[in-house]
């Protein structure tokens, strides 16, 4: 509907006033209709900062696009199987979070929409009434974490089916509000969704594998993630906690009954339910309890503990439900769960409790695997399905580093992630909005904000380059020019700032408490003094972020050409030339034969295999050192500091450049340590290879960053790549002296090229198909 933004629709919230945070509210629209026309029926819905849609007390949908308060996205939703003709009710619960994070950043509270249905618009305005939830705990509460949002508290003794057709509304409803659109002197505006809608999957069948009576040492003012990581469990047999004939597994149609007791509410049962492989979805729980029953829900990766880790360096991942008379359903809509295991800590039963599900519904990016890759080794083909599960479980509204601590879009991370799903989902609007929120992030000096859309203290400046490198591989990849053209003015805005704050031709690291100069999470490459510290106070040159700038200022050449800057791209060329040759010169130790990491007064003597790789990815080592770099790199004893799973990707890529003389090393490593992975459990791949351990217990066990096999699999196993945009030309040159055949296909624009390739003898047989307006330039 092209006038949606004309029909007078207005931003409205429960008041005019300066809102709390962690606010849910709730907004009811009654209106009639006459005669429902056809197909012709949309809701365009906005919030800040998440909704949840019901129509005639019938779920429509949920999930508000991750956006930033002064370019409002809004979504469109068919709902013409809802609509009745007569009376109808929309009723919308909102949620505000009300304080920046690493994955939102603070807006006005309020809710905008317009319901079309052919000749009837119903909008958003003071006819609208509202009020607070009572269910739900407004105000602050313990967050999940501090890049996430709030945890929850949920008492269903205080619901009254206020989303039913038929319902009466009280003297706490009253009309709604209408709030400026202004923020900071500056009227926000609307646009449709880039990407498509999260589907919301059927609830998972779960299973309860240990269960027991636990005791409860309370103590003032600590969280329900604090409580149940510390309460006292023990572990009782199923049937010394259920009635005959439960066996663990839900939904459970019959219900599954507790045995007759009584617990007060420091006492109670648990139980600990698998929803099969690590997931990311919402929580929902049926049950039938006497009121005041309470329920903690924990939620967590492993049993490392011997129980879900709710609690761990100040995280919380536990929320609460208190139940009401009698069976009861519920879903919380609005926080995304990234777990493999749910806790249950069942507290003050007075009569009655039965159980008929505790799990999840998974909530996914609708994609569709479109990449092959066959080979004749069993482990690199589960790596490879591993790899790209791990990355869908990492795309939501955008890419996400986890679905489970975070939840946040960083520019490294995403060049992993959607090199990975340019081969595998061959999914292009996905990456590119993605890399748009990370745009809206600029700021006056230059670098992005850390994560977007969001509020971040610091940044880390290699990731703006990171940043500018993706855009470049999205133009590739895609053949897309008009993001690039979108987006030129800031790339420009960047590298004209970087390159004023070079010497020597040389960057320097930018100094003070916002930049953080992390490389990777590795001994002298992490930087945490940052947290605690004042950050860099001394001149100093990084060969890492030397390195990244060369490839940022390579990418943003490409992307000068195709916007018509040549002379621009010449320029660019020129600093490639010359911040190489710098690197080359200025980093070389010629007694240890590898590079340094840091040059600067005070600078520690630091190697490591991260600066190796990064210096030949970006073309800055002089051919005689390349040989040299590249025999350390696979010397297990080389004496530098180790690339962790992440970066590994540049090791990789350093190794198998322009040669596969060490593929069998990348390939080997790549078994290696992702089939340790697999071997130790892992449904999705980690973090870091230390899993669950690392960061003081606080490691991630599905890292979108670490799906890089699906790139490796088939840009170099399969052999293809493409060299103009689009892959209008690509060459398949497949590395044949790892494994004796592999076979797949990897999307393109237009269509898919399908590669099988056997040795026979001496020989390469190698079978290539593909769309006919593409070429291949074959490197066999």
Not at 77 to 103: H, P, T, W
Not at 197 to 215: E, H, M, Y
Not at 618 to 625: E, I, L, P, T
Request: glycine share 8%.
């Amino acid at each position: 509907m092209n006038n949606v933004l004309e029909l007078g629709a207005s931003w409205i919230w429960t008041n005019r006033e300066q809102e709390e945070v962690n606010q849910y509210a709730e907004f009811r629209h009654e209106f009639n209709v006459d005669y429902v026309q056809g197909n012709n029926c949309k809701l365009y819905i906005s919030t800040d900062t998440d909704y949840v849609v019901w129509l005639n007390g019938i779920f429509v949908a949920c999930g508000q696009y991750s956006d930033y308060p002064h370019d409002k996205v809004y979504d469109v939703l068919d709902i013409k199987d809802f609509v009745r003709s007569g009376k109808n009710a929309l009723c919308i619960m909102v949620y505000y979070q009300g304080e920046s994070s690493s994955k939102y950043l603070k807006g006005e509270p309020g809710l905008w929409y317009v319901l079309d249905e052919g000749n009837l618009h119903i909008v958003s305005g003071e006819q609208v009434y509202c009020r607070k939830s009572a269910p739900y705990r407004n105000g602050p509460v313990p967050k999940i974490t501090v890049q996430l949002s709030f945890t929850y508290e949920y008492d269903a003794r205080r619901e009254d089916d206020w989303r039913s057709l038929d319902y009466k509304m009280g003297e706490d409803w009253h009309p709604a509000c209408i709030r400026d659109r202004i923020l900071a002197e500056k009227e926000f505006t609307f646009r449709e969704r880039p990407v498509k809608k999260l589907d919301i999957k059927d609830s998972l069948n779960t299973s309860v594998i240990a269960q027991g009576k636990f005791l409860r040492a309370e103590e003032e003012g600590q969280s329900v993630a604090q409580l149940m990581q510390t309460d006292y469990l023990s572990p009782l047999l199923l049937e010394d906690i259920f009635e005959p004939g439960f066996k663990g597994s839900l939904p459970s149609k019959a219900g599954a009954k507790f045995k007759p007791s009584h617990t007060q509410p420091n006492q109670g049962i648990y139980l600990v339910i698998d929803v099969g492989r690590e997931e990311s979805g919402i929580f929902e729980l049926e049950v039938k309890a006497n009121a005041g029953t309470i329920i903690d829900i924990g939620y967590g990766q492993h049993l490392d503990d011997l129980r879900v880790r709710t609690f761990v360096g100040g995280r919380n991942f536990a929320n609460r439900y208190i139940c009401k008379e009698g069976r009861q359903h519920f879903i919380h809509y609005t926080t995304r769960m990234g777990c493999r295991y749910i806790q249950l800590h069942i507290s003050n039963i007075q009569d009655e409790f039965v159980l008929y599900y505790a799990g999840m519904r998974p909530t996914e990016y609708p994609v569709q695997i479109k990449g092959d890759f066959i080979s004749h080794n069993s482990l690199w083909n589960k790596i490879y399905d591993v790899s790209i599960r791990t990355l869908h479980l990492c795309m939501h509204e955008h890419y996400e580093d986890t679905p489970w601590r975070e939840q946040a879009l960083y520019s490294m991370d995403s060049r992993n992630q959607a090199l990975c799903g340019y081969y595998c989902f061959g999914e292009y609007d996905f990456p590119q909005a993605s890399f748009d929120l990370l745009g809206k992030g600029l700021k006056e000096d230059g670098y992005l904000e850390l994560c977007a859309p969001a509020e971040v203290s610091i940044t880390i400046p290699s990731f703006s380059m990171a940043w500018i490198i993706e855009l470049a591989d999205h133009l590739l990849y895609s053949g897309r020019v008009e993001p690039v053209k979108a987006v030129f003015p800031k790339v420009k805005f960047m590298i004209d700032s970087y390159i004023s704050n070079m010497e020597g031709d040389l960057l320097v690291s930018p100094q003070g408490k916002r930049y953080w100069h992390f490389y990777e999470w590795a001994d002298g490459l992490d930087h945490g003094d940052i947290f605690t510290g004042n950050g860099l106070t001394a001149k100093r040159f990084d060969a890492p972020l030397n390195a990244f700038f060369v490839m940022a200022l390579d990418s943003a050449a490409k992307l000068a050409r195709v916007c018509g800057e040549v002379e621009l791209a010449k320029s660019y060329t020129n600093y490639v030339d010359r911040v190489k040759k710098a690197i080359n010169e200025t980093f070389w130790n010629e007694k240890e034969q590898v590079f340094i990491t840091y040059v600067g007064e005070g600078c520690k003597a630091h190697y490591a295999e991260l600066t190796q790789a990064l210096i030949i990815c970006a073309g800055a080592c002089s051919d005689d050192r390349v040989p040299i770099l590249k025999r350390r790199l696979v010397d297990e004893n080389n004496g530098l500091v180790e690339t962790t799973l992440s970066h590994s990707f540049y090791k990789f890529e350093a190794l198998l450049k322009d040669s596969h003389e060490y593929a069998d090393v990348v390939f080997n490593r790549i078994e290696k340590d992702w089939g340790y992975m697999l071997y130790n459990g892992a449904t999705s791949f980690w973090e870091t290879i230390k899993g669950a351990n690392d960061f003081n217990k606080g490691g991630s066990l599905c890292h979108g960053w670490s799906a890089i096999p699906v790139y490796f699999y088939q840009a170099y196993i399969l052999g293809v790549k493409p060299l103009e945009s689009g892959f209008k030309t690509f060459k398949v040159d497949p590395v044949t002296s790892v494994v004796d055949k592999a076979s797949g296909k990897v999307p393109t624009p237009y269509g898919d090229i399908r590669v099988e390739w056997v040795k026979a003898g001496d020989k390469i047989e190698c079978s290539v198909t593909h769309p006919e307006c593409i070429k291949q330039k074959s490197e066999l």
